[in-house]
């Protein structure tokens, strides 16, 4: 989730609709300077009896981002507490209870991505090492209850903490127990927008089956390929879920700004505080009728918060973010942005990977999407086939997009090896949550602590 600071530059007051729309029309570019943006995050846990450190504690998480600026992290505060890391590979920050989340900078090519998330899990591993904490890659934490998670001190959390029951049963999971790999993409205009949402938010559904890492909840299986996934279906509904809107004709930005202004909001940033907004209109805001600022109007940098609260499958910034993965290790988290800039940033692979799926009604799509995390790759997609029937078709979409690319590296290796773990999935026919669930039914015979040697970076 976003990390908020104050900038000290000038934040205009939005005076009109025009500046909303100007929010997403700001991230037009030409193709050759579209970028690649990775996040992924983490589970922190104690090597000596695997609990998951709280900030305070001797040798916990507030330790752990002291111990990383000794590779040029500059320390974000919130009040007197650090809660972030900027640097020249992005931003290190803080999920709800500790997992640590490597924001990304903006990249030219895959090989750029893997090279950083290379270093990111190098200088973690080595804190990490000596301050007896490990890392684990998974989609959910296997084993714990929320009882058993600590708090993050930032203001954010509080106020959506409080909220989160009241408007489904399953938000506080989504903020405690979870982690996943996002991709961030550009566009060059408000077509070129539209074609991108469309593809990437009908073939979301099949990242959440390549990736599905969350099978186990509080020591057992939880009868879910993706539990992280399933945990999306009982968040918020009015700020989750596949969009209908974005397949009508003559969708654009305009349209995504009606969605955001009807998405309930949760708070306000004002001199380095959070005020709990939760549950007020975003609209009132910008007729100066919001009751927590009585007469103040919103600001660009309010909307752009705003923004970061709506959580779809997929989400519109002034970039495209693919949210539909969950968290794995270091192979799948340069899979991710292979899989979604092969389709999405050739023009021919994403004509292709359109014509996959444009014919999918939207009673189809949202079958789909409610049946993968539990079927995973045997999940439906209408006329009696399943999305198993299209995973390898996509794959070689997005090797020859990545091809076409003709992103080079050093060796003169192109992009198209970062798909090889996906190719390996599709072939065994049996996606990563299916695997650990043979390992604890077979070798570990129910002990899910082996979970914690295998899956570790």
Same mark, same amino acid.
């Given at each position: 989730?976003?990390?908020?600071?104050?900038?000290? /530059?000038?934040? !205009? &007051?939005? $005076? *009109?609709?025009?500046?909303?729309?100007?929010?997403? =029309?700001? %991230?037009?570019?030409?193709? @050759?300077?579209?970028?690649?943006?990775?996040?992924?995050?983490?589970?922190?846990?104690?090597?000596?009896?695997?609990?998951?450190?709280?900030?305070?504690?001797?040798?916990?998480?507030?330790?752990?981002?002291?111990?990383?600026?000794?590779? /040029?992290?500059? !320390? &974000?505060? $919130? *009040?007197?507490?650090?809660?972030?890391?900027?640097? =020249?590979? %992005?931003?290190?920050?803080? @999920?709800?209870?500790?997992?640590?989340?490597?924001?990304?900078?903006?990249?030219?090519?895959?090989?750029?991505?893997?090279?950083?998330?290379?270093?990111?899990?190098?200088?973690?591993?080595?804190?990490?090492?000596?301050?007896?904490?490990?890392?684990?890659?998974?989609?959910?934490?296997?084993?714990?209850?929320?009882?058993?998670?600590?708090?993050?001190?930032?203001?954010?959390? @509080?106020?959506?903490?409080?909220?989160?029951?009241?408007?489904?049963?399953?938000?506080?999971?989504?903020?405690?127990?979870?982690?996943?790999?996002?991709?961030?993409?550009?566009?060059?205009?408000?077509?070129?927008?539209?074609?991108?949402?469309?593809?990437?938010?009908?073939?979301?559904?099949?990242?959440?089956?390549?990736?599905?890492?969350?099978?186990?909840?509080?020591?057992?299986?939880?009868?879910?390929?993706?539990?992280?996934?399933?945990?999306?279906?009982?968040?918020?509904?009015?700020?989750?879920?596949?969009?209908?809107?974005?397949?009508?004709?003559?969708?654009?930005?305009?349209?995504?700004?009606?969605?955001?202004?009807?998405?309930?909001?949760?708070?306000?940033?004002?001199?380095?505080?959070?005020?709990?907004?939760?549950?007020?209109?975003?609209?009132?805001?910008?007729?100066?009728?919001?009751?927590?600022?009585?007469?103040?109007?919103?600001?660009?940098?309010?909307?752009?918060?705003?923004?970061?609260?709506?959580?779809?499958?997929?989400?519109?910034?002034?970039?495209?973010?693919?949210?539909?993965?969950?968290?794995?290790?270091?192979?799948?988290?340069?899979?991710?942005?292979?899989?979604?800039?092969?389709?999405?940033?050739?023009?021919?692979?994403?004509?292709?990977?359109?014509?996959?799926?444009?014919?999918?009604?939207?009673?189809?799509?949202?079958?789909?999407?409610?049946?993968?995390?539990?079927?995973?790759?045997?999940?439906?997609?209408?006329?009696?086939?399943?999305?198993?029937?299209?995973?390898?078709?996509?794959?070689?979409?997005?090797?020859?997009?990545?091809?076409?690319?003709?992103?080079?590296?050093?060796?003169?290796?192109?992009?198209?090896?970062?798909?090889?773990?996906?190719?390996?999935?599709?072939?065994?026919?049996?996606?990563?949550?299916?695997?650990?669930?043979?390992?604890?039914?077979?070798?570990?015979?129910?002990?899910?602590?082996?979970?914690?040697?295998?899956?570790?970076?």
């Amino acid at each position: 989730m976003s990390t908020r600071t104050d900038s000290g /530059g000038i934040d !205009p &007051v939005i $005076e *009109g609709r025009d500046q909303l729309i100007a929010a997403f =029309a700001k %991230g037009e570019k030409p193709p @050759e300077r579209w970028r690649i943006g990775t996040e992924h995050e983490k589970f922190v846990y104690s090597m000596k009896d695997h609990h998951a450190p709280s900030y305070e504690e001797k040798g916990g998480i507030h330790t752990l981002l002291i111990g990383l600026t000794r590779y /040029g992290w500059t !320390p &974000v505060f $919130e *009040g007197e507490n650090i809660i972030a890391l900027s640097g =020249a590979d %992005g931003t290190i920050s803080l @999920e709800p209870a500790g997992q640590l989340e490597l924001s990304g900078a903006p990249l030219e090519n895959l090989h750029e991505t893997c090279a950083e998330t290379g270093r990111h899990l190098e200088q973690v591993k080595y804190v990490g090492d000596m301050l007896g904490m490990g890392f684990l890659g998974l989609g959910m934490w296997p084993d714990k209850a929320r009882a058993d998670l600590p708090i993050m001190p930032k203001g954010r959390y @509080e106020i959506m903490l409080r909220h989160m029951p009241r408007v489904g049963s399953l938000g506080l999971d989504m903020m405690l127990r979870t982690c996943t790999i996002q991709t961030n993409l550009d566009y060059g205009s408000e077509a070129d927008m539209a074609k991108k949402f469309r593809t990437s938010l009908a073939l979301q559904p099949l990242a959440t089956a390549l990736f599905a890492n969350s099978p186990f909840t509080e020591g057992k299986p939880n009868g879910f390929l993706s539990f992280r996934s399933h945990i999306w279906s009982d968040t918020d509904p009015h700020r989750t879920g596949m969009l209908p809107f974005v397949f009508d004709e003559g969708f654009g930005y305009e349209q995504y700004a009606d969605y955001a202004l009807d998405v309930p909001m949760y708070f306000v940033f004002r001199e380095g505080k959070y005020i709990d907004a939760s549950g007020l209109s975003f609209r009132d805001f910008l007729e100066g009728k919001l009751s927590v600022l009585p007469g103040e109007k919103p600001t660009e940098k309010d909307w752009e918060d705003h923004l970061s609260t709506a959580f779809p499958e997929v989400r519109l910034k002034s970039f495209l973010e693919m949210r539909g993965a969950d968290g794995g290790p270091w192979g799948r988290i340069c899979a991710l942005p292979a899989l979604w800039v092969g389709l999405l940033y050739d023009n021919g692979a994403l004509d292709a990977a359109w014509d996959l799926v444009k014919g999918w009604s939207m009673e189809e799509r949202q079958v789909l999407r409610d049946s993968v995390p539990k079927l995973g790759l045997d999940a439906p997609i209408g006329g009696g086939r399943t999305l198993r029937h299209i995973a390898a078709e996509a794959l070689e979409i997005a090797r020859s997009g990545l091809a076409a690319r003709g992103r080079l590296n050093g060796a003169g290796d192109n992009e198209t090896g970062y798909l090889t773990e996906l190719h390996e999935i599709v072939a065994s026919g049996k996606v990563p949550a299916e695997r650990l669930l043979e390992r604890y039914h077979g070798e570990w015979k129910g002990d899910l602590s082996r979970v914690y040697a295998e899956q570790s970076f």
